[in-house]
Nanobody, 123 residues
């Protein structure tokens, strides 16, 4: 699976951004997906994850109620809608795919990674 993330940018605190991740190469619908983020010098952390069918989701406590992950198996896409952004949401965001069928929250569980997209939230 090849993954291509897009949609990052600069936004003021309180604003919104939508990230997209396009998948290609294998049967996308069989993969569960996740969005991670990483600041320089810090470990990569889970932001949100979704099961292969889209029926189960999981969110980091820091983004619950503000971010929404969704999966479009018909078009091989996964999305992350980010609302009420805060400066602490600033990071490089990565989409990832795993062959595990449930919701996976550890980066070690993921098999494929897209390139990162920078999200910067100004105060």
């Amino acid at each position: 699976v090849q993954l291509q993330a897009s949609g990052g940018g600069l936004v003021q605190a309180g604003g919104s951004l939508g990230l997209s991740c396009a998948a290609s190469g294998r049967t996308f619908s069989r993969y569960s997906m996740g969005w991670f983020r990483q600041d320089p010098g810090k470990e990569r952390e889970i932001v949100a994850a979704i099961s292969w069918s889209g029926g189960m989701t999981s969110y980091a406590d820091s983004v619950k109620g503000r971010f929404t992950i969704s999966k479009d198996n018909a078009n091989d896409m996964v999305y992350l809608q980010m609302n009420s952004l805060k400066p602490e949401d600033t990071a490089v965001y990565y989409c990832a795919a795993t062959r595990l069928l449930g919701v996976s929250t550890s980066p070690h569980q993921y098999d494929y990674w897209g390139q990162g997209t920078q999200v910067t939230v100004s105060s």
